[in-house]
C-alpha cells in the first residue's frame, strides 16, 4: 500500500489522502478528548458539586490528565499518517482536535448550568466565597478589611450561568487552544527526511 505522506500533487507537502486522514483522527481523538473531559467533571460533580472549590488540587489533576491524553492523541494522529508532518500541517490538525473537545466542552457546562442544575453558579459563588472568607480569617483578617477584600472579591467571581460569561469562556478557550496547537506543534513536528536510505 502507498504511504499517503508520498503522493503530493498540489506541491505543499501534504497529500489529501494525509489531510484526510489526519483530519479525520483530530475530529475522532478530539471527540475522545471532551468526552474525558467532561466525564472527569462528571464525576467530581457527582461525589460533590463543590468538590472542586473545596479541594483546589483537583484543577490541576484535571490539566495533567489533559495534557497526558492530548499527546497520547497528537502522537496518534501523527502516527496515522505515517509519522511525518511539518509544522503548519501539525499545528492545523491539533487545532482541530482541540476545538472539537472545546466545542463539547462547553455543550456540557450549557447542559449542567441551564438545565441539570440551574443553581450551581451561585453554589460555586457561595462556596467560592466562604472560602475566601475562612483563608482570609486564618491569616489574621477581620474587620472592615475582611468585608473591604471579600466584596473585591466577589468582583473576580463570574456568574458561570450568564451568557456572558460562558461566551468569554469559550473564546479564551479558543485562544489557549491555539496557543497549545502552536507549542503542540513545534514540539512534535516531524519533517519527513530528504533522503532516505535502503537497508
Known amino acids: 500500500m502507498e504511504n499517503p505522506t508520498i503522493s503530493d ?6 497529500s489529501p489522502e494525509s489531510k484526510k486522514i489526519a483530519r479525520d483522527n483530530a475530529l475522532k ?8 473531559s467532561v466525564c472527569i467533571s462528571l464525576i467530581f460533580y457527582l461525589i460533590d458539586p463543590l468538590l472542586v472549590v473545596k479541594v483546589s488540587a483537583l484543577g490541576y489533576v484535571i490539566i495533567l490528565i489533559s495534557i497526558l491524553a492530548s499527546v497520547y492523541f497528537t502522537l496518534e494522529i501523527r502516527k496515522a499518517i505515517g509519522g511525518f508532518w511539518n509544522f503548519k500541517f501539525a499545528f492545523s490538525s491539533i487545532f482541530i482536535m482541540f476545538l472539537v473537545s472545546i466545542l463539547i466542552s462547553q455543550v456540557y ?4 448550568v441551564k438545565v441539570i442544575d440551574k443553581d450551581y453558579s451561585q453554589k460555586i459563588i457561595d462556596a467560592s466565597l466562604e472560602k475566601a472568607r475562612r ?6 483578617i477581620t474587620g472592615e ?8 472579591v ?6 458561570m450561568a450568564s451568557t456572558k460569561t460562558l461566551l468569554l469562556g469559550f473564546l479564551f478557550s479558543v485562544v489557549f487552544a491555539t496557543i497549545g496547537s502552536l507549542i503542540y506543534a513545534a514540539i512534535f513536528k516531524k519533517d519527513k527526511p530528504v533522503f532516505s536510505t535502503s537497508a
Open 9 to 14: 500533487p498540489f506541491g505543499d507537502g501534504v
Open 29 to 36: 481523538f478530539g471527540l475522545y478528548l471532551g468526552i474525558i
Open 135 to 140: 483563608d482570609m480569617a486564618a491569616k489574621g
Open 109 to 112: 457546562q450549557v447542559v449542567l
Open 154 to 159: 466577589k468582583g473576580f467571581i463570574p456568574d
Open 145 to 152: 478589611t475582611l468585608d473591604k477584600q471579600m466584596e473585591m
